[in-house]
């Protein structure tokens, strides 16, 4: 038998392809993920938030293929709502000095390429995952 085949020993070890599907939802797990250690709110209870969502939406593509390119400003408007509902409003506007505290919004709500607004200010503030650069 020759030493390259896959009888002798199993099959080569070799890295399994991510569907286009699975490669959104990891990109999307990490851009909240850095949001919320930006912010200092990466807890077991919110880690698991994430991964409710990335539940949620992993059906939802399934369902619509054509929504892939969403996933990422989704799972970000699913664990801002999660969080509202446990702790409060998240992630916080850092640029209004003034005025109540209020939270940024995730635009588009359906759309590709998402990032926080400020509505008050009128400005975008960063892309999903970069909250932590500013």
């Not at 593509?61 to 699913?78: C, I, R, S, T």
Request: negative net charge.
């Amino acid at each position: 038998m020759h030493p390259d085949d896959d009888s002798v020993d199993g099959p080569r070890d070799e890295p399994v392809p991510l569907s286009a599907l699975e490669r959104a939802l990891h990109a999307a797990r990490a851009l909240v993920l850095a949001d919320l250690a930006a912010r200092e709110v990466v807890a077991a209870d919110v880690v698991s938030m994430v991964e409710e969502s990335i539940v949620e939406r992993r059906w939802w593509v399934e369902q619509w293929p054509e929504g892939v390119a969403y996933v990422a400003g989704l799972v970000a408007q699913d664990v801002q709502d999660a969080l509202l509902e446990a702790y409060g409003r998240w992630p916080l506007c850092p640029v209004c000095a003034s005025g109540d505290p209020h939270a940024l919004e995730v635009e588009p709500e359906l759309g590709p390429d998402p990032h926080w607004v400020c509505h008050q200010a009128g400005v975008k503030v960063a892309a999903v995952g970069n909250l932590g650069a500013l």
